[in-house]
């Protein structure tokens, strides 16, 4: 039987003082402060005894009620000499009036310790009698198949939680599972749902997050399909066999045939947290920048009437570029358009990328909104710029990372533990890849591209506000914080984007990303979700509809009148929300728009 923890709680407390002598079924007290006084007591009460001046004590055992029922005491005698000599009670320690209240009172922790082992000592002995004595101790389950025993002690009530087969087997396992994924995969859902609901212990290992451990695995596998799974260094294959091994009965065996044994150093190795897989490479033109960092006239200037701080002529650029290099004036002119559109450099106005003339740039770290900027980290990325599209698969795969493990969102994605995604091997390669979107070029997204983008971008950045300086608490909470992290979005606004949208807050839309692929259609699934469940309420009796204050903050958006609004929204409805505002809009009478309140607790 497995072994029994058990707490036991006391009622009084033993002060040390007293000291207490088993004299036959009775008790004897010597009481401080006693010099020689004898008393006697009946059967049923204590028996005082003294010391004499030697400490010697001796009380008879024996009774005489003389047909009373009153034992005699007989007086105590000196000790023979061929006895051991008792020592006398050590002396009472005066203690000094300036000690504190705690330190003058008894050890509360001695006495629990030792009252705690007296009644688990009587409690284990009472178990032990369970065969002598059934009636003292009651079982309620019979069977060790069971998972809790019930036992009934006199007095005691204690239950036993015995192990189950599948947890004496998980026990035993000394091997590693491990289990290769990807973002965004149902299948690597499903694998990763099997292992927790048995209870086992796993290593996943996502080839998005930690891409260099997609080349170990196709070493492994001959591929890169997930999920795959290893049972120590044997690969075992994927979902599929999990299932068919669980229905045919078969997965216990395996279990114990291929991990109760040790890893060997041949299994796959857990990831490595804190390392980055992708090589950052030095942009070919940094040498140039840098070179005029230090040697262009930059000072603030009045242009066109503005005063425009920390900027240089755009000729005076030319020239450094031509002494520098020692080219001709078109390699130069060449060289400029090159660091302008690499986002070295950015026109004062954003007229133009870079044309020879009377213009005037900025490099990007003099730029007046960029210490607002918390990709920016006092420094520009000066490393070779990453492609648009592999900056924008990468950022929605480790965003899937996120929402995907187990901790970090809640099921249904409206709750978010902030703390534990910061603390995450996911966001911190995110904050790493926040740095390379200094310098992306845009222009070469697809629209649903860039649309997949800004959304993924938007959710993803609010994680990283509120992680970074905390929720917003209040009106001028949320200013500043909407205020420092907005991001462009397309000119063309689809108004489904405003549903895909997470701020951080109780009454946004819930937390998800996006796939440039399926975009159109996430969105709307997306808008449909928040009407379904609080975007929109209808009493029909009083015409109205009270509707998301996310309508009315952007209802330019939606449409010019309540009208076109409405059946914007009833695009997006269904079942009986759907009939009422069909049959209001039909009816053409008035029909009343309330705006909901918005609650901007954090989604916590």
């Given at each position: ?31 401080d ?25 001796e ?5 005489n ?9 007989i007086?105590a ?16 320690m ?66 036993v ?9 998980q ?8 289990l ?15 292992f927790?609901?048995?209870?086992l212990r ?25 999920p ?10 994927g979902?599929?066999t999990l ?12 279990i ?39 040697t ?49 450099i950015h026109?004062?106005f ?31 990325n000066d ?5 648009a ?95 420092d ?37 996430e969105l ?6 928040y ?23 952007f209802?330019?958006?939606f449409?010019?009148?309540d ?16 009939q009422?505002?069909?049959?209001l ?11 909901q ?6 989604n916590?």
């Open positions: 039987m497995n072994p029994i923890s058990i707490r036991s709680v006391q009622d009084e407390a033993d002060d040390g003082d007293p000291k207490t002598i088993s004299d036959g079924g009775k008790n004897g007290r010597v009481p402060g006693q010099d020689g006084g004898k008393r006697c007591s009946n059967s049923n009460s204590e028996i005082n005894r003294t010391l004499d001046y030697d400490g010697a004590m009380v008879s055992d024996q009774t009620d003389n047909g009373s029922g009153h034992s005699q005491c007086p005698i000196k000790s023979q000499a061929h006895l051991p000599k008792p020592e006398p009670p050590k002396p009472r005066e203690r000094s009036q300036s000690l504190s209240i705690s330190e003058s009172m008894p050890s509360i922790g001695k006495y629990i310790l030792d009252r705690s082992t007296s009644f688990s000592a009587a409690v284990m002995n009472s178990l032990s009698s369970l065969k002598e004595d059934s009636d003292d101790i009651e079982v309620t389950n019979d069977s060790l198949n069971f998972e809790v025993t019930e036992f009934k002690i006199p007095g005691v009530k204690v239950i939680k015995l192990k189950s087969e599948e947890e004496r087997l026990d035993q396992i000394r091997g590693r599972i491990t290769f994924t990807k973002s965004n995969c149902e299948d690597c859902i499903a694998a990763r749902k099997f927790k609901g048995k209870r796993f290593v996943e290992i996502n080839i998005d997050v930690f891409t260099k451990k997609a080349e170990e695995l196709i070493g492994r596998a001959g591929d890169a399909e997930v795959k799974i290893f049972f120590n260094d044997c690969l075992i294959g979902l599929e299932k068919s091994w669980n229905e045919s009965g078969e997965l216990e065996e395996k114990r045939e291929l991990l109760i044994p040790k890893w060997p150093e041949e299994a796959p190795k857990p990831p490595e947290y804190g390392i980055n897989d992708e090589e950052d490479v030095e942009d070919e033109l940094l040498e140039v920048v840098n070179y005029l960092r230090r262009l006239q930059i000072q603030d200037r009045l242009i066109m009437m503005k005063m425009v701080k920390s900027c240089f002529s755009g000729t005076d650029m030319v020239e450094a570029i031509i002494n520098h290099l020692d080219c001709g004036r078109r390699k130069g002119i060449a060289t400029a358009k090159m660091m302008a559109q690499k986002h070295f026109h004062v954003g007229e133009n990328d870079f044309e020879k003339g009377n213009h005037y740039y900025r490099f990007l770290e003099h730029e007046p909104f960029i210490m607002g900027c918390f990709n920016f980290r006092t420094l520009t490393n070779e710029p990453k492609p599209s592999f900056i924008a698969d990468r950022l929605s795969k480790l965003m899937f990372a996120i929402v995907e493990m187990e901790g970090y969102v809640s099921d249904n994605r409206l709750h978010v533990d902030y703390l534990a995604i910061s603390k995450s091997e996911e966001f911190r390669r995110y904050i790493k890849l926040a740095r390379d979107l200094q310098r992306i070029n845009l222009k070469l997204f697809t629209p649903n591209e860039r649309l997949a983008f800004f959304l993924n971008l938007y959710n993803a950045m609010v994680i990283h506000a509120v992680i970074s300086i905390g929720h917003p608490e209040g009106i001028l909470d949320n200013k500043a914080f909407f205020l992290f907005q991001y462009m979005v397309p000119m063309r606004l689809n108004p489904l984007v405003h549903f895909g949208l997470c701020n951080g807050t109780r009454s946004s839309p819930k937390l998800r990303f996006f796939t440039a692929q399926n975009v159109q259609e709307r699934t997306a808008a449909m979700e009407f379904q469940n609080e975007g929109i309420e209808i009493d029909w009796e009083l015409r109205t509809v009270y509707l998301t204050r996310i309508i009315k903050w209802s330019v958006d449409g010019e009148k009208r076109d609004i409405l059946e914007w929204v009833l695009n997006y409805l269904d079942g009986r929300n759907a009422l505002l069909k049959s809009l039909e009816d053409g009478d008035i029909i009343i728009i309330i705006y309140d918005y609650d901007w607790s954090g916590l």
